[in-house]
Every structure is written in structure tokens, then in C-alpha cells.
């Protein structure tokens, strides 16, 4: 199995019942050669062939919409040195779908289809197969979005990120396209600095 595997990639593989498959997990687990990504995943780490958690692929394995947004977007372009210590990625929330299995060290935050349409041509190749998100594009989206599910408000003004390439003219623009697909922040959150 690879470094990240699923319960269907095991099933398929090994062409034995779903039961048996979850007694082999829980074995595996107990002896220290496998580990659940989240609680009800579906998703598992394989330390046989390598020790190391590999959270992106686990979160693109799960989240098939996930795409690498805020702190952690900011992490990966260099626009921050900052790490934080959970990934954060979007999930494409919709009717099918109306919520996320738990990846453990990642948080999901639901985005809808009008979100993933303004940003497409501004996401880039990242960490274990996952995309990112540009970081003033990022930017944008953490000042309409951001106070909920641990992504820190960056309000205007907030530039005081390490990467210089990144000014308020791309942000704005950014801001402009987010607000073209009716995206922006509610009145409420506006009016309430709380909130913010």
C-alpha cells in the first residue's frame, strides 16, 4: 500500500470483506504499522514504508475539493514564516456532500461553488498534491472570510507579512473578483467588530 491509503484501496487490493479489513486495520494499528488519519476517515498512514504522517495527502485523499487556503497558503508562497500547526484547506460544501470527515491536525472550512469559480486560474501546485491557493487571493479570502474555524480576520492594512511581492493593488483585485461571483462578507459580520 502507499504512504496514505484508503479502506477501498485495501478492499480492492486485498479482495477481502470490509469487516476483515477493519480487524486487519485494528491489529495493524495496535502494532504500531498503521494509523487512522481522522475518526471515521476511511483513511489510514502506513509507517511500513514510511514513518512520517503525510497530512496533505490524507487531507487531498479525504477532501477531494480541498484546496490549501489562509495561514497555511501564506506558509507555503513564503509570504509568512509563521507555521501553523493545523493545515487549512477548503472543502466544497453542497448538497451531496453537507459535511467533511475529521482529518486530525487539518481544518476544513466549507467554501461554495461560487468561491471555487473566482478562484480558479489563481491556485498553484503544492504540498502533497494539494493546490494552493495564491497568497493574494489568500489574503482576500481570510479578510471575507476569516474569524471562523481558527482562520485569522487580516483587515486591511494587515500587510505585515515577510514577502514584500505581495501589495494591496493584488489584494484589491482580488477582493474585486471574489465580490464579481457575490462573495462577500454579510452585513452582520460587517456591523458587529466582534465578529470581525
Known sequence: MPDVFSIDQLQKATQ????????????????????????????YYNFVRNPERRIEEAARMAIPSAVLIGPSALHWHHATSQRSHLLTVSWLKNRRQPYMPAIHDVIAVARSIEWYRSIAGHIAPGPGGLPVLDPAFAIADMRLNGGGDDIPVLEEGDLDLDDADIDEGDVSEALAVFRDHGIERSKEEADNPVLR
Open 16 to 43: 477481502v470483506s470490509r469487516h476483515a479489513i477493519r480487524m486487519m486495520l485494528a491489529r495493524a494499528h495496535a502494532d504500531g504499522l498503521v494509523a487512522p488519519a481522522g475518526p471515521r476517515s476511511g483513511i
